[in-house]
């Protein structure tokens, strides 16, 4: 098994362009999260997914938007890049059942707006 | 929300010595706490993790305790070795946040040969 395979790696981006950053998990998890990874600020939560078709913001939610139209894939858009958006972005997903369960996370891309 | 601060940011110690970092909560409906260590260049991998129902757990060298009246956490690691020189999360969650993780700020861990 794969786990959660992030795509692409790495991608220097122009202020102003769009990107979309895919997400795909082979474990069949309901749930999934993109978050940000900056600097001396751990992980933060973009937006995160309880089931396919739907959606929901976490804690860091402007500028990004996200799509999970199959349950596993999940779909993290930059409409118009910004370069406050270098970051590293993590996808991560996890069972469903009754209490938290761990996240498995994928490696991560690596983003920078210029 | 929840806010989650780890202490140290960095921290040096020679190979055989014990390592703790600790975590401190503010949500006291907070009740999921995993430890994640993340190597360079790869994702956050879950290393232990405690729920709010006990106040110790152990895997082999590694530990974490709980003090909920407190409200923090810790990991020990003992007879640390080069390969656990990495960074290292701890995070928590609630009992109805669909698993949402809040983490806190990382502690770089280099353990000297």
């Known amino acids: 098994n794969a786990g959660v395979t992030q795509t692409p790696k790495f991608r220097v981006l122009k202020t102003g362009q769009s990107m979309t950053l895919l997400c795909a998990q082979d474990?069949?998890?309901?749930?999934m999260y993109w978050y940000r990874q900056d600097p001396g600020m751990g992980l933060r939560l973009i937006h995160y997914?309880?089931?396919?078709?739907?959606?929901a913001k976490g804690e860091v939610p402007d500028g990004y938007n996200v799509s999970r139209l199959k349950k596993q894939n999940f779909l993290l858009g930059l409409e118009s890049a910004a370069p406050s958006q270098t970051s590293v972005y993590f996808c991560?997903?996890?069972?469903?059942?009754?209490?938290?369960?761990?996240?498995?996370f994928g490696d991560g891309t690596r983003l920078s707006i210029l | 929300g929840e806010n989650v601060e780890q202490h140290p940011s960095t921290l040096s110690v020679q190979e055989g010595d014990s390592a703790v970092i600790k975590c401190t909560y503010s949500d006291s409906a907070s009740n999921y706490f995993p430890w994640y260590k993340q190597e360079l260049g790869k994702g956050p991998q879950l290393i232990i993790d405690?729920?709010?129902?006990?106040g110790e757990k152990k895997d082999q060298r590694i530990a974490v305790t709980l003090n909920k009246t407190a409200k923090h956490f810790s990991l020990h690691i003992t007879e640390t070795q080069p390969e656990d020189s990495a960074v290292y999360f701890c995070?928590?969650?609630?009992?109805?946040?669909?698993?949402?993780?809040?983490f806190g700020q990382g502690t770089i861990l280099t353990v000297h040969p």
């Open positions: 995070a928590s969650a609630g009992g109805t946040s669909y698993g949402k993780l809040t």
């Open positions: 405690i729920r709010s129902n006990v």
């Open positions: 474990m069949n998890h309901e749930y």
């Open positions: 997914s309880v089931g396919e078709g739907t959606t």
């Open positions: 991560a997903s996890s069972y469903s059942v009754q209490g938290n369960q761990p996240q498995h």
